[in-house]
């Protein structure tokens, strides 16, 4: 198949229209996304993904308007809006529109993304856009457009481009379709800053230290976010001292902070050496390179990544999550 690789939003928007699919980055990662009404383009991206057909998609709105007309939005639910979007969330809430995909749900889980070209090419497609993350199923979301010509050019119908991703990790995705509203995957929008606005939110104990037995988003219950490479989280001190011993080791990656001023200087100068030692300063930088550097391990073909611990306080929670995600023993 021919891909069109265009920034051009009317062109792109005509794909859509046809029932194509489109690859397009959101400030998070990149998409996979399809007309929300046409069942049969929506039901390609699971073929395309090897993704388990009871997982649903986000759909991916221009504006509140816009969700109004699918779901009820209560009062809850628009002040969360109105704070957090346009930006990495997505609000799982009840379906007014029972035709769009997935039609067998009585929920819908929306989301505005930030990039306003990216608005107007969801406005010009006249459809929200169901999309999941643009990777093939359980493996690391991508994040940079070099990666993603790699897996899509020739599967897809058009790829998006324009500005990479730059959060790095997927959506913080909440639950407001129960009486007590639910943290169904943690992101950069963290807990504490959505108690503000939900105080009783519910955190599963797989993300929290206090255990509690709630049942989760379906996507959660697979493996995700993992690269082919062994990945192991360690704390500061034994991640340095590993680092001074092994860190010559040719098949192994190293990502975490002030790397690069101490203890790589000794490191051979070659391109490879370079890739597999990835230096970061904060939480957020982390965040931003991660995928990217999960991606550009597995093709370096490595062994195993070493992972530094975030750091307390801002930008860890989605983080730590999917660091401990991409550890789990396969
Ligand atoms: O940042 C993001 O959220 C990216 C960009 C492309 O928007 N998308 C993304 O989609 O990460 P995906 O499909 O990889 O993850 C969506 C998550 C899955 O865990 C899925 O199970 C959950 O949202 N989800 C989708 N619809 C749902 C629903 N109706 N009820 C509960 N969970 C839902
Ligand atoms: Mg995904």
Redesign the pocket.
Known sequence: MKTLISSDVRLLADLIRKGGVVVFP?E????IGASSFLEEACKRIYQIKGRPGD????A?FSSIEEIKTICEVNETAERLLCEFSPG?I?L?LPKKNPAIF?KN?T???V?I?KNPLIREWIRECGTPIS????NLSGRP?LTRMTDVVRYFDGIVDGIFDTEEPSVGI??T?V?L?TEIPIL??P?VIESKDLKLFLPNLVIPGSFSLEKTDVPL????KYKHYAPIANVKVLPRETFVSLFSSFGANPNFGWIGFTLEEKESKSLPNGSKEKERICNVSTNAEYTSKLYAFFEACDRLGLEGIYCEEPKLGEGAEGLRNRLEKASETK
């Open positions: 959101t998070t990662v990149y998409g997982n649903p998609l986000i991916h990495p997505t799982v997935p749900l929920t819908l889980a989301r993304p999309a999941p993350s643009a979301s997927e959506s995705v639950g379709t169904l995957r992101g988003s379906p996507g959660t």
